[in-house]
């Protein structure tokens, strides 16, 4: 009998429409992004996940390193979304992590603009989209996912303070397999939804910590200051800046200010 975290997940029946109707599963691989991308590129279907146990070369948004030892949640999933539905990905992939922690463990996360998912103030997952078009098409996008369910932050200096894990919030051992399969079910629900016309923007949108706070805002080499006023139709975080000028802000790193 294998005893992957794949097999372990699908132990008692995944019922999905498209999400994990394939389902790759890895020891170890360099990153979930470019198994899955080299997947795509092969004409593998919408839905095709990898998953990994560890990555060698995780990545994060911004080039950052994603930290990957064994006992967490690591997976990419080829989607082919259409034009319209490609900006939402990230924002679907936030609700459905907040979705999943909050039904399997029963803890209350946060979103930190764009989309850090958050417990206690410290960051339990993040979400990467990586996109290929061709003209005005979506040739593939790839959605990869950590989620830190085991993580010790404390054994890396890119995690210690920074970084939790749910079952040092929750302060028990969780099913990680539980944790991955419920995951998987609320991609699907949330990416069937999408492909009908229905955003994630307004369930995104309440999960946010960020709006009507005082925050920095750090792109690139710049840094705004200002309060997080609202949020535009595909997400954009609309930044009042002291003198005034409201900026819509596509990307960046977002910390709250205290003073
Ligand atoms: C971020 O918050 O910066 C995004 C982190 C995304 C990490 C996941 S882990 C699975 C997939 N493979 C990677 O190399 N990165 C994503």
Known sequence: MPSDLVSAAIRRGLFTRTVGKRLVFFQEVSSTMDEAARLAREGAADGTVVVAETQTAGRGRFGRNWVSPGGNIYMSVVFRPSLDALPFLSLLAGVATVQTIRKTT?????????????LDGKKVSGNLVESVMVGEAVCYAVLGIGLNVALDPSQSEETAGIATSLEAAAGNP?????????????????????????????????MLETLGQRVQVTWRNDIYSGLAEGIDPLGNLQLRLEDGRLLTMTAGDVTLRTD
């Open 174 to 206: 969780l099913m990680r397999e539980e944790i991955l399969r419920q995951l998987l079910q609320d991609l699907d629900s949330l990416y069937l939804k999408l492909c009908q016309g229905q955003t994630p923007l307004e369930p995104w949108r309440a």
């Open 106 to 118: 029963g803890l209350s996360p946060k979103i930190k603009w764009p989309n850090d998912v958050m």
